[in-house]
């Protein structure tokens, strides 16, 4: 069974800069691309970010262009989503798995911006 664990959310002030990190209990994460998402209350879950499995195909939804980056380290088994210039709409609990959403779901990190 696979386990997504994600961590590094909080409260911070707009404009201000978050990192998260998903560590990802699985032998072959190295060949899996990976994504973040998030959901805000009462919204669906929607796509953020996602990078192949080499790290060297990128993929952002338009909300967050220019402000996100997405890594991943395959030694630790980690994604990383580095968040600066933070808006209010950025709030919502945020979730890495595979690209395809194929593993079941951690709990979230929730990241909460104010105004």
């Known amino acids: 069974q696979v386990q997504l664990v994600e961590s590094g959310g909080g409260l911070v002030q707009a404009g201000g800069s978050l990192r998260l990190s998903c560590a990802v209990s699985?032998?072959?994460?190295?060949?899996?691309?990976m994504g973040w998402f998030r959901q805000a209350p009462g919204k669906e879950r929607d796509f953020v970010a996602a990078i192949n499995w080499s790290g060297d195909r990128l993929n952002y939804a338009d909300s967050v262009k220019g402000r996100f980056t997405i890594s991943r380290d395959n030694a630790k088994n980690t994604v990383y989503l580095q968040m600066n210039g933070l808006k209010p709409e950025d709030t919502a609990v945020y979730y890495c798995?595979?690209?395809?959403?194929?593993?079941?779901w951690g709990q979230g990190t929730q990241v909460t911006v104010s105004s």
């Open positions: 699985l032998l072959t994460f190295s060949r899996f691309g």
């Open positions: 798995n595979s690209e395809s959403r194929n593993f079941r």
